[in-house]
């Protein structure tokens, strides 16, 4: 972990270092927040930083998201300041650490801010198969695709790789390619010179400098621009990167490794990813196989947060019962291990007394669940085998049509129920006396309309039903981000109104 201290301290400065790097961070020092600014700005970067009370917190933190600079901060300062703690958090910052520092203290917050723990836990033969082939590709330089469905861990197991090769004393430096804007990812990317567009306001080095000797994952790559594919692609066979707004090139030496969720054979040939690029990238495949693929991990991967989050919530030991563990092992999974680790965390909140009781389980929606997959042995007693029965239940996602009232866009219907006697795959069944018959309420609300108007109501219906979220409209509708931000773009030009970006989404601009 690499930690940027700012300001002085009053000559603790020497104490707080000298603790953090017997925890094993690499601590650079700066005494004012221009200093701070350049060194992030600079390739060495940083993946924390502890910046004395004294100087304007929330002037650098506004820097920091003016730039698009992320990264945790924490305050320290002389005392138990009250009134100065309070002020720092409100500014911004993560924790406040009073000072003289505490070896145990300072430890705890660079374990919980930085989350240095990226341990896979598995014991799953196919998962202990992929691990293996992870080990033997991880001391070469190839690049690497990692694939699998999302919340695999497909960023946990780069970090893995990168741990494994010759590179893990260098950074390794994440880019998640969806969820920046496209006209930004490119300086994110290669960074620019001062003045290269509007807001430039000094030299940014990217990420590949910034990953120089190290590693650099791209996470969600297929939803990268075909023109940035280019780009990027240049960058991988001639090793060498151009800012925006310069003219010289800048050699790199990165090892590249790359995730994605979709079939990246099929993005190919629908145009939407260039194939000389992925097979620049495609050296080596590691297949994350899904959480259901892997049955014998769910009690293993369930109990490492039970232990988490009770911990991290001050409470006691806890474990699962035999009809909460039932529970689990039945269950779909379509989120993977991001939904058992969300499902541990409410089961901790829930649960009283050290055993987790089915009634602290609360699972997704039986409408997530992929076909085939077991529900039946789910107790009825559970909140999930009636999950709408009252507080406590499980929250499905949002239906298919959803729209929201009173904010201009035609309400459509939202759920669909088959005609009497339907079986999948068959054809409806015709009354006698032939015609269509009466259809259902749910079709005629639809009928009299184009396809593309029924469309884009399902896409702005969806995008405010998420409060903006580009990413998690585009998640539930199963189209890419890029689909979806062309579709939005239309509608705008057309004087539809669009739901603005959400909270995290503007910040990130």
């Not at 406040?96 to 033969?125: F, G, R, T």
């Not at 196989?289 to 006691?316: C, M, T, V, W």
């Not at 389980?361 to 085939?372: D, F, K, N, R, V």
């Not at 469309?455 to 405010?464: A, F, N, Q, V, Y």
């Amino acid at each position: 972990m690499r930690l940027l201290i700012v300001g002085t301290l009053e000559g603790y400065i020497t104490a707080a270092g000298k603790i953090a790097m017997q925890r094993g961070a690499k601590v650079s020092h700066t005494d004012s927040i221009e200093g701070a600014l350049g060194a992030l700005r600079a390739a060495a970067g940083a993946d924390l930083v502890m910046i004395d009370v004294k100087l304007d917190i929330a002037k650098f933190i506004e820097s920091l998201k003016a730039e698009r600079i992320t990264i945790p901060v924490v305050a320290c300062g002389i005392g138990t300041d009250a009134a100065a703690a309070v002020k720092a958090i409100r500014a911004g910052a993560k924790e406040y650490i009073p000072l003289p520092p505490d070896a145990e203290l300072i430890a705890a917050v660079l374990e919980a801010v930085a989350e240095e723990s990226h341990a896979i836990v598995c014991q799953d033969p196919a998962m202990l198969a992929t691990l293996r082939m992870a080990d033997q590709v991880a001391p070469s330089d190839a690049s690497v695709m990692i694939t699998g469905e999302s919340g695999t861990g497909k960023e946990l197991m780069a970090r893995y790789i990168h741990r494994k090769s010759r590179r893990a004393d260098a950074p390794f430096v994440a880019v998640n390619c969806a969820a920046i804007p496209e006209n930004l990812l490119e300086s994110e990317l290669f960074g620019h010179e001062k003045g290269a567009f509007t807001g430039a306001v000094a030299r940014r080095l990217g990420k590949f400098e910034e990953a120089n000797g190290g590693t650099l994952l791209l996470d969600e790559l297929s939803e990268m621009h075909p023109r940035l594919q280019a780009k990027l692609l240049r960058a991988i066979q001639e090793k060498e990167i151009d800012r925006i707004g310069s003219s010289a090139p800048v050699k790199v030496n990165v090892r590249l490794v790359a995730t994605s969720n979709r079939n990246l054979e099929n993005e190919v040939r629908s145009g939407n990813f260039r194939e000389d690029l992925y097979f620049r990238l495609n050296v080596f495949n590691v297949a994350i196989p899904s959480l259901r693929e892997r049955p014998a991990d769910i009690p293993l991967i369930a109990d490492h947060f039970l232990r988490k989050y009770a911990q991290a919530n001050g409470l006691g030991e806890k474990r699962l019962s035999d009809d909460a563990l039932l529970m689990l092992r039945s269950h779909h999974w379509r989120g993977n291990v991001r939904e058992l680790e969300n499902t541990m965390h409410r089961a901790v909140l829930l649960s009283r007394g050290e055993v987790v009781g089915p009634d602290a389980i609360l699972l997704t929606s039986q409408m997530l669940a992929p076909e085939g997959s077991a529900q039946a042995s789910i107790p009825q007693n559970s909140p999930v085998a009636n999950p709408f029965a009252g507080p406590g239940g499980t929250v499905p996602a949002a239906p298919r049509g959803y729209a929201p009232q009173g904010q201009g866009y035609p309400s459509l219907p939202t759920s669909y129920a088959p005609p009497p006697g339907y079986v999948p795959g068959s054809a409806p069944s015709t009354p006698p006396g032939g015609g269509g018959g009466a259809q259902p309420a749910a079709v005629q609300g639809l009928v009299g309309r184009t396809v593309a108007e029924v469309e884009r109501d399902l896409i702005i219906g969806t995008l405010s039903h998420c409060l903006g979220n580009r990413t998690h409209a585009a998640n539930i509708l199963g189209i890419s981000i890029r689909t979806l931000r062309n579709k939005l773009k239309q509608y705008s030009e057309e004087g539809v109104p669009v739901p603005p970006p959400g909270a995290e989404e503007r910040a990130a601009v």
